[in-house]
């Protein structure tokens, strides 16, 4: 039973871990419906700018964090300015293609610059944080990412509902061109949704690094891994991230606990095969009919 | 007999059957039985075996790449799993051929076969649902199948791999660089050629119809599941039956290469040859294969350079970022990919020197 009860938190600790990492990918969707294939790229470079900028260059720790953040924010608008600007428009295949493009170099300049060794940061999380309840102990890590997890739900949730700019994100990822007639600046709502998808994942990318050390591979497969997160909870929807990252770490935590250990990467793909079969749009995405 | 035809100076075209010609002129004709005749005749008795092996390699990856360009130039659908289905041709074939005892002439299109079906499970996903639902099926395709490779021991052999044995046909043993290239690109001639006439056919026509309006191509009534799962099919035959090919080439196969990396340089072959265009597969193929064989050549001189081993820089992750440099630099630079730039550079020429 205590090993039953130590999967169900080790699963849901993994999955919100999940759910934050698909955040970012989520409003990138929401607001331009681009498939992010460099996600996992992007949480790797939140990673090591963190990593760099605590073990290099000896800044607090606290600092450090503020600033991978703006820094990753800047780097969500470059990547926007000077490589999807310009395919406003396009095919999306184009897009999608070039995300891949951008995946693999940027995974090329990370392994130049840092080599594919697993890197660790020095620990900074106090203990008090850890919660014990019984024979299940939490680490001060999860507890840190689930306050984080739902203090950027309950900001996401309000920036999408109530905000100006959340409302224009909304109605370009519905129609572009709509949009674009009824003066909505598309390519500020692109830049700024690429600026802070970059940001929330440096900020999952920092989290993953905390508790499982930063390594190029481990962090972009995770980017991969996003998708079957996605496409359970729904593509547009934050929540549904959420909830459905939940679902794949306790499937993964399960299946690794109780069937095989080797399964358990390969079982978030079965499951995405089988729900784009039987319910395709998720459980929390906005169904999109269309007839002829 | 027929007069010998140059470049109109302008549409002169009077029925459909001359809008389907595949070549406008008898010169391209000539060309390219010039271009195949050398490629037969001459090279594979000139080069040496190591040029042989790269224009071998461009071969294999040039029948998977146009395989892959039906799918995502002419049907608008993108697979990240191709370089999984390869593998699953490449160990259809190595099992049919030990368990079975299979001729190679016999396990090879099988390969295709079964690759298509595995394919096509993965592909209906796509009948419900329109835009980038199949990538991301193909995406968890690539990690089940590999997993299935690794994993299923009693058939595959997990990590230890397969050896085939030598494909022969009427005793004629077929091993070494020089007999595989006429395997090879005889294969290449004949897929290309089947793709070409697909594409001029009724179903090539629904491909492009879907991949250019989904829609429009329904209200018409063309069975838009019916076509993409096909498309899908055609697809995965060809990356079957160019990773069957492979395996008798390479003799022992392990899962390790068709991992997702493989898929992405088949879709970079696409897309920088060009999308939509079959000469442009092949452009695109021998870019890649080429362009992996210099940075192997580079990076092996880099790492007995002096400078760069003392700085302790690792130059293998250079190929990567190489790899990503090119597919963006042709995305945002010329989308339609190399054979539009041998189009312009051929229509210059033609158009020499009043070029309007």
Same mark, same amino acid.
């Given at each position: 039973?205590? =090993?039953?009860?130590?999967?169900?938190?080790?699963?849901?600790?993994?999955? *919100?871990?999940?759910?934050?990492?698909?955040?970012?990918?989520?409003?990138?969707?929401?607001?331009?419906?681009?498939?992010? +294939?460099?996600?996992?790229?992007?949480?790797?470079?939140?990673?090591?700018?963190?990593?760099?900028?605590?073990?290099?260059?000896?800044?607090?720790?606290?600092?450090?964090?503020? *600033?991978?953040?703006?820094?990753?924010?800047?780097?969500?608008?470059?990547?926007?300015?000077?490589?999807?600007?310009?395919?406003?428009?396009?095919?999306?295949?184009?897009?999608?293609?070039?995300?891949?493009? $951008?995946?693999?170099?940027?995974?090329?300049?990370?392994?130049?610059?840092?080599?594919?060794?697993?890197?660790?940061?020095?620990? =900074? *999380?106090?203990?008090?944080?850890?919660?014990?309840?019984?024979?299940?102990?939490?680490?001060?890590?999860?507890?840190?990412?689930?306050?984080?997890?739902?203090?950027?739900?309950?900001?996401?949730?309000?920036?999408?509902?109530?905000?100006?700019?959340?409302?224009?994100?909304?109605?370009?990822?519905?129609?572009?061109?709509?949009?674009?007639? $009824?003066?909505?600046?598309?390519?500020?709502?692109?830049? *700024?949704?690429?600026?802070?998808?970059?940001?929330?994942?440096?900020?999952?990318?920092?989290?993953?690094?905390?508790?499982?050390?930063?390594?190029?591979?481990?962090?972009?497969?995770?980017?991969?891994?996003?998708?079957?997160?996605?496409?359970?909870?729904?593509?547009?929807?934050?929540?549904?991230?959420?909830?459905?990252?939940?679902?794949?770490?306790?499937?993964?935590?399960?299946?690794?606990?109780?069937?095989?250990?080797?399964?358990?990467?390969?079982?978030?793909?079965?499951?995405?095969?089988?729900?784009?079969?039987?319910?395709?749009?998720?459980?929390?995405?906005?169904?999109?009919?269309?007839?002829? | 007999?027929?007069?010998?035809?140059?470049?109109?100076?302008?549409?002169?075209?009077?029925?459909?059957?001359?809008?389907?010609?595949?070549?406008?002129?008898?010169?391209?004709?000539?060309?390219?039985?010039?271009?195949?005749?050398?490629?037969?005749?001459?090279?594979?008795?000139?080069?040496?075996?190591?040029?042989?092996?790269?224009?071998?390699?461009?071969?294999?990856?040039?029948?998977?790449?146009?395989?892959?360009?039906?799918?995502?130039?002419?049907?608008?659908?993108?697979?990240?799993?191709?370089? !999984?289905?390869?593998?699953?041709?490449?160990?259809?074939?190595?099992?049919? !051929?030990?368990?079975?005892?299979?001729?190679?002439?016999?396990?090879?299109?099988?390969?295709?076969?079964?690759?298509?079906?595995?394919?096509?499970?993965?592909?209906?996903?796509?009948?419900?649902?329109?835009?980038?639902?199949?990538?991301?099926?193909?995406?968890?395709?690539?990690?089940?199948?590999?997993?299935?490779?690794?994993?299923?021991?009693?058939?595959?052999?997990?990590?230890?791999?397969?050896?085939?044995?030598?494909?022969?046909?009427?005793?004629?043993?077929?091993?070494?660089?020089?007999?595989?290239?006429?395997?090879?690109?005889?294969?290449?001639?004949?897929?290309?050629?089947?793709?070409?006439?697909?594409?001029?056919?009724?179903?090539?026509?629904?491909?492009?119809?879907?991949?250019?309006?989904?829609?429009?191509?329904?209200?018409?009534?063309?069975?838009?599941?019916?076509?993409?799962? $096909?498309? +899908?099919?055609?697809?995965?035959?060809?990356?079957?039956?160019?990773?069957?090919?492979?395996?008798?080439?390479?003799?022992?196969?392990?899962?390790?290469?068709?991992?997702?990396?493989?898929?992405?340089?088949?879709?970079?072959?696409?897309?920088?040859?060009?999308?939509?265009?079959?000469?442009?597969?092949? +452009?695109?193929?021998?870019?890649?294969?080429?362009?992996?064989?210099?940075?192997?050549?580079?990076?092996?001189?880099?790492?007995?350079?002096?400078?760069?081993?003392?700085?302790?820089?690792?130059?293998?992750?250079?190929?990567?970022?190489?790899?990503?440099?090119?597919?963006?630099? +042709?995305?945002?630079?010329?989308?339609?990919?190399?054979?539009?730039?041998?189009?312009?550079?051929?229509?210059?020429?033609?158009?020499?020197?009043?070029?309007?």
């Amino acid at each position: 039973m205590d =090993f039953f009860l130590q999967l169900l938190v080790n699963g849901v600790c993994v999955g *919100l871990l999940y759910g934050i990492s698909a955040m970012g990918f989520v409003m990138i969707f929401k607001s331009s419906s681009v498939l992010n +294939f460099a996600h996992g790229e992007l949480l790797a470079l939140g990673a090591f700018f963190f990593l760099a900028l605590i073990t290099w260059a000896q800044i607090p720790v606290l600092a450090a964090f503020i *600033l991978t953040l703006i820094g990753c924010f800047i780097l969500g608008f470059i990547i926007e300015k000077f490589f999807l600007r310009p395919l406003i428009g396009e095919k999306l295949i184009f897009v999608i293609m070039l995300t891949v493009g $951008l995946a693999a170099m940027f995974k090329g300049l990370i392994l130049l610059i840092w080599g594919g060794n697993l890197h660790t940061y020095p620990e =900074f *999380l106090p203990e008090s944080l850890a919660l014990k309840l019984g024979a299940i102990y939490i680490a001060p890590v999860y507890t840190a990412t689930l306050v984080i997890s739902i203090i950027f739900l309950v900001l996401f949730g309000l920036f999408f509902k109530q905000s100006s700019q959340g409302i224009y994100m909304r109605s370009v990822a519905d129609n572009q061109k709509a949009a674009l007639s $009824l003066g909505v600046n598309v390519r500020r709502v692109f830049a *700024l949704s690429w600026a802070i998808a970059a940001m929330v994942a440096s900020m999952s990318g920092i989290v993953l690094g905390i508790i499982n050390g930063v390594n190029v591979h481990d962090l972009s497969s995770i980017g991969l891994k996003v998708f079957p997160v996605v496409i359970l909870g729904g593509l547009d929807s934050i929540s549904g991230a959420i909830i459905g990252g939940i679902i794949i770490g306790l499937l993964e935590t399960f299946t690794g606990g109780y069937l095989s250990p080797s399964l358990r990467d390969v079982v978030p793909y079965i499951v995405l095969v089988f729900i784009l079969l039987v319910k395709p749009y998720g459980l929390f995405g906005l169904v999109e009919i269309e007839r002829v | 007999m027929k007069k010998f035809s140059f470049h109109p100076c302008g549409n002169y075209r009077e029925n459909y059957s001359q809008e389907l010609n595949i070549f406008e002129t008898d010169f391209g004709r000539v060309c390219l039985i010039l271009f195949l005749a050398v490629l037969f005749l001459v090279a594979p008795f000139v080069l040496s075996p190591y040029m042989l092996y790269i224009l071998n390699m461009i071969g294999i990856a040039a029948i998977a790449a146009i395989g892959l360009n039906i799918l995502i130039g002419y049907t608008g659908q993108i697979s990240l799993g191709h370089g !999984a289905f390869f593998g699953v041709g490449a160990y259809a074939a190595a099992i049919l !051929a030990t368990r079975l005892g299979l001729p190679f002439y016999l396990a090879i299109p099988s390969a295709g076969i079964i690759t298509a079906l595995v394919g096509m499970i993965f592909g209906i996903p796509s009948g419900r649902l329109k835009g980038l639902y199949l990538t991301i099926a193909t995406l968890a395709g690539q990690f089940i199948i590999e997993y299935v490779l690794i994993h299923w021991d009693s058939m595959t052999k997990g990590t230890m791999g397969i050896t085939l044995p030598t494909a022969t046909i009427f005793q004629w043993e077929i091993s070494g660089d020089r007999s595989f290239f006429f395997l090879i690109f005889i294969s290449l001639v004949l897929t290309t050629l089947f793709a070409v006439n697909i594409m001029r056919s009724k179903f090539g026509r629904a491909f492009i119809a879907i991949r250019d309006n989904d829609r429009a191509a329904e209200g018409m009534g063309i069975p838009i599941f019916k076509y993409k799962l $096909l498309s +899908f099919g055609i697809s995965s035959f060809y990356a079957g039956f160019a990773g069957a090919i492979w395996a008798y080439y390479m003799v022992s196969i392990t899962a390790e290469p068709f991992n997702l990396g493989l898929s992405v340089e088949y879709i970079a072959m696409v897309i920088i040859g060009g999308m939509g265009n079959i000469p442009g597969a092949i +452009f695109g193929a021998t870019f890649i294969t080429l362009l992996n064989e210099l940075l192997r050549y580079l990076t092996g001189v880099l790492m007995n350079v002096g400078f760069v081993t003392s700085t302790g820089l690792n130059m293998a992750p250079l190929r990567e970022f190489v790899f990503g440099l090119a597919i963006v630099l +042709f995305i945002l630079l010329e989308p339609k990919g190399l054979a539009e730039l041998w189009r312009i550079i051929r229509s210059s020429f033609r158009l020499w020197p009043f070029s309007y």
